[in-house]
């Protein structure tokens, strides 16, 4: 074969479900030379990781840290570690990441509860309480926090309450959460929880921030049977991310820089600024959109900040549009997934890419494309609303 010409990725604006545009830091940091993983200058930047995380998470739980993996493998981590097969579990779904989370714990040997609602509506604290009710033995309760299939953000500071009294582990999914909108873990009684890098934290996919309570290091300690997994056994992992620092896998180095970058970014901002920089831009987005009479699909009251799911207008070729934004705009946007395909564009203002500068940029590119597919839409009126 002939060699192929370097790869000259295109500048997207990514405003889909993530990823999403990256820092210069933080590419910056992608381009370091390496060190061995236990290095020590390596091993100083992991436990700034670490302190970083634990601000970000807003908790004290010693056991947090980057999982090697995206955030399906944070997810795989906590539930792996934590579910020993024939466990009562009860899962929230309402969009794909809960669906997933339910297969995780079923492929551990669990016995799932689902507790659903319909696609873009909450799950409600009083189906949960329902759930506990009927299973006093639930050993875990596990609840997407931001769901990035809908663009819906469930009550997870009320359902915490709730599952902290009944006595089971409390498990979140913030992979889109973290970084965009308040997450509180401790305040919370989380006892578990995982994010990805790759959406608000703006920092390319490849690790999963993870957190873990003591009662949840206590149900780890203590199974009856060995971790199925040998890569997310925390009793191993945390020989190396502990102060032993014993060789368990080759950390991924450079992703490792990255997020120390990035993380760097997300505290220098300040989190109270961070989230408000994410409520300012998704609500003149939707004000924008307003103005040309396209409304979110998600539940009024729950909308994330993050991620918007923008309804398709009648008669409106979901797809041709999505295509044409990336080809003649270099927008990145994404599809509806499950029963919203078609229906839905989700449009992520995450990190890096929550400006306003994007916000005016998409609305005047969506427009033109719209018009040029014979709708006919004010452009004007929905910048001037944004
Ligand atoms: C993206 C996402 C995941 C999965 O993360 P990957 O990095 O794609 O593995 C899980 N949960 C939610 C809510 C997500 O948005």
Request: glycine share 8%; charged share 20%; hydrophobic share 45%.
């Amino acid at each position: 074969m002939t060699t192929p010409a370097p790869f000259k990725p295109p500048h997207r604006i990514l405003l889909g479900p993530g990823p999403s545009n990256a820092a210069p830091s933080v590419l910056n940091a992608l381009a370091q030379p390496l060190v061995g993983h236990l290095d020590p200058s390596f091993i100083r930047m992991m436990e700034e990781i670490k302190q970083m995380l634990r601000a970000v998470f807003q908790t004290k739980n010693q056991m947090t840290f980057p999982v090697s993996g995206t955030g399906s493998a944070g997810m795989e981590f906590c539930i792996v570690n934590l579910i020993e097969p024939g466990d009562e579990v009860i899962i929230a779904i309402n969009g794909v990441f809960g669906t997933r989370m339910a297969d995780v714990a079923e492929r551990c040997g669990a016995r799932v509860t689902r507790v659903e609602a319909p696609w873009g509506q909450v799950i409600s604290p009083a189906q949960i309480q329902d759930a506990l009710l009927k299973t006093p033995d639930a050993k875990l309760v596990g609840v997407v926090h931001a769901e990035t299939s809908t663009g819906v953000e469930n009550p997870v500071a009320e359902i915490g309450r709730l599952v902290k009294s009944s006595g089971a582990l409390f498990l979140i999914d913030t992979v889109t959460s973290l970084g965009g909108c308040p997450v509180k873990i401790d305040e919370w009684s989380v006892d578990a929880a995982y994010s990805g890098t790759q959406k608000c934290l703006s920092c390319p996919p490849g690790l999963s921030p993870v957190t873990l309570s003591e009662r949840a290091m206590e149900a780890a300690r203590n199974r009856k049977t060995r971790v199925q997994s040998w890569y997310l056994d925390v009793n191993l992992l945390a020989g190396y991310w502990g102060s032993e620092r014993v060789y368990h896998h080759t950390a991924p180095i450079s992703m490792n820089y990255a997020l120390h970058a990035a993380l760097r970014e997300v505290l220098e901002e300040g989190l109270e600024n961070r989230w408000r920089r994410h409520r300012q831009n998704h609500l003149a987005l939707k004000s924008g959109l307003a103005a040309i009479k396209i409304p979110l699909a998600s539940a009024e009251g729950f909308q994330l900040w993050q991620l918007n799911a923008v309804k398709v207008p009648d008669g409106v070729d979901e797809a041709a549009i999505r295509t044409k934004l990336l080809s003649d705009f270099n927008i990145e946007v994404g599809a509806g997934l499950g029963s919203l395909k078609g229906k839905i564009w989700r449009v992520g203002l995450m990190g890096e890419s929550s400006s306003r500068e994007n916000v005016r940029l998409f609305l005047s590119a969506l427009c033109q494309c719209l018009n040029e597919s014979g709708a006919q839409v004010n452009a004007a009126a929905a910048l001037a609303a944004a």
